[in-house]
């Protein structure tokens, strides 16, 4: 039995999250002893495994350290507007006193997974041998170049050990690495981990639905870009149902969007469901819109219960839909484009062979982070 940590943001309805989660489950399920710690409130998930979960104190430690708690203060208003990304210089020294405090209470972990470019920033100072950090979307020092960019990207990396859930995430990483001279503890590609027949359980639920549909899942933020798909949706003339399973900053507007383009019986915003595998084991077919995505998990959940998939070309689309599915593939942020894969899938969708995501196994991946977080 191993003792396994994970650290995130929040549990709050995000991909990070629920793959937190799931990983953290499987682990449970081989008889390891896991934590979850997150760093603020926040939870959509039900969590439904034994396991311990805290959330970091913020809140008691400002009570103890008054001066602490302004220059927090001090920092959120004034200084990240001044100097983006700048949490990893200003507010690491806070998380990492309140992470130490946090280990000092528990047992000594054999491995600790620190997931998502938040929590890395906030944590980056943690030198500890068995820790990870994990990074599932591109990070903004990649593509950013100047002194103070520089800086800030050196400070990050210098001698972690890092897996991206893509090689999408990792080439530009390990370009600026190379240019900037950093040296990591390692620096490796991990996909997200999909288990088939767990999904496939899960989706044996009834939905709450009668008729054909499209879907759609996400957090509904700019960067899914669920105003384009509605778009698309519209010029496609399709007059199957097109339902939209997340919640999100953007529900306002997008259901302005829908009002205004007369959708309203056509276009359902769901809300957030946190088995979205039921829907997409029923849908016709399957659409993601988004402008970036870091590896995309949700398109294998969709191609494990046997949708036919429709994406843009977001990220590391091409290193899970390969041969026949690339055809799923169009441009991003092309309206035109979406719409005629739209009306081309209602008529001749491309289901997945089996084959498409056995290599994304749990017993796989586990093994390698595992392995990572040991070395």
Same mark, same amino acid.
């Given at each position: 039995?191993?003792?396994?940590?994970?650290?995130?943001?929040?549990?709050?309805?995000?991909?990070?999250?629920?793959?937190?989660?799931?990983?953290?489950?499987?682990?449970?399920?081989?008889?390891?002893?896991?934590?979850?710690?997150?760093?603020?409130?926040?939870?959509?998930?039900?969590?439904?495994?034994?396991?311990?979960?805290?959330?970091?104190?913020?809140?008691?430690?400002?009570?103890?350290?008054?001066?602490?708690?302004?220059?927090?203060?001090?920092?959120?208003?004034?200084?990240?507007?001044?100097?983006?990304?700048?949490?990893? /210089?200003?507010?690491?020294? /806070?998380?990492?006193? /309140?992470?130490?405090? &946090?280990?000092?209470?528990?047992?000594?972990?054999?491995?600790?997974?620190?997931?998502?470019?938040?929590?890395?920033?906030?944590?980056?100072?943690?030198?500890?041998?068995?820790?990870?950090?994990?990074?599932?979307?591109?990070?903004?020092?990649?593509?950013?170049?100047?002194?103070?960019?520089? &800086?800030?990207?050196?400070? =990050?990396?210098?001698?972690?050990?890092?897996?991206?859930?893509?090689?999408?995430?990792?080439?530009?990483?390990?370009?600026?690495?190379?240019?900037?001279?950093?040296?990591?503890?390692? =620096?490796?590609?991990?996909?997200?981990?999909?288990?088939?027949?767990?999904?496939?359980?899960?989706?044996?639920?009834?939905?709450?639905?009668?008729?054909?549909?499209?879907?759609?899942?996400?957090?509904?933020?700019?960067?899914?870009?669920?105003?384009?798909?509605?778009?698309?949706?519209?010029?496609?003339?399709?007059?199957?149902?097109?339902?939209?399973?997340?919640?999100?900053?953007?529900?306002?507007? =997008?259901?302005?969007?829908?009002?205004?383009?007369?959708?309203?019986?056509?276009?359902?915003?769901?809300?957030?469901?946190?088995?979205?595998?039921?829907?997409?084991?029923?849908?016709?077919?399957?659409?993601?819109?988004?402008?970036?995505?870091?590896?995309?998990?949700?398109?294998?959940?969709?191609?494990?219960?046997?949708?036919?998939?429709?994406?843009?070309?977001?990220?590391?689309?091409?290193?899970?839909?390969?041969?026949?599915?690339?055809?799923?593939?169009?441009?991003?942020?092309?309206?035109?484009?979406?719409?005629?894969?739209?009306?081309?899938?209602?008529?001749?969708?491309?289901?997945?062979?089996?084959?498409?995501?056995?290599?994304?196994?749990?017993?796989?991946?586990?093994?390698?982070?595992?392995?990572?977080?040991?070395?």
């Amino acid at each position: 039995m191993k003792r396994i940590l994970f650290v995130t943001h929040n549990l709050k309805g995000g991909g990070i999250q629920k793959i937190t989660l799931d990983t953290a489950r499987y682990y449970v399920n081989q008889g390891n002893d896991v934590s979850i710690l997150a760093l603020e409130k926040g939870i959509d998930f039900q969590i439904d495994f034994p396991c311990h979960y805290s959330v970091l104190p913020l809140h008691k430690f400002f009570i103890s350290h008054p001066f602490s708690a302004l220059y927090f203060a001090f920092y959120k208003i004034f200084l990240r507007n001044i100097f983006p990304q700048s949490e990893l /210089l200003w507010g690491a020294h /806070l998380y990492k006193k /309140l992470f130490n405090s &946090y280990l000092k209470e528990q047992l000594p972990f054999d491995a600790i997974f620190i997931n998502g470019a938040r929590s890395m920033n906030r944590l980056h100072t943690i030198n500890q041998k068995n820790v990870v950090y994990s990074l599932h979307l591109p990070h903004v020092l990649t593509h950013k170049d100047n002194f103070y960019y520089d &800086y800030l990207f050196k400070t =990050l990396f210098r001698n972690k050990k890092v897996f991206t859930v893509s090689d999408f995430i990792r080439t530009p990483i390990n370009i600026k690495a190379q240019r900037l001279g950093v040296k990591f503890n390692d =620096l490796v590609t991990i996909y997200n981990p999909c288990d088939k027949n767990i999904l496939l359980n899960k989706a044996d639920e009834e939905i709450n639905f009668n008729g054909n549909f499209i879907l759609a899942v996400g957090r509904l933020s700019r960067q899914k870009r669920f105003d384009i798909l509605i778009d698309a949706y519209k010029k496609s003339g399709l007059k199957t149902k097109l339902i939209i399973l997340g919640e999100g900053n953007q529900r306002e507007s =997008l259901e302005h969007q829908i009002q205004k383009l007369n959708l309203t019986e056509d276009v359902i915003l769901k809300g957030f469901d946190s088995n979205p595998f039921k829907w997409m084991k029923r849908c016709d077919y399957f659409v993601l819109s988004s402008d970036v995505e870091g590896f995309v998990l949700v398109i294998n959940e969709a191609l494990a219960c046997g949708a036919p998939v429709i994406t843009t070309d977001c990220g590391p689309v091409t290193e899970i839909l390969t041969g026949e599915l690339k055809k799923g593939i169009v441009p991003k942020q092309d309206i035109e484009q979406l719409a005629n894969k739209m009306k081309e899938f209602a008529i001749s969708p491309i289901y997945p062979s089996d084959s498409a995501i056995d290599k994304l196994s749990f017993k796989v991946i586990t093994k390698e982070q595992l392995k990572l977080a040991e070395k």
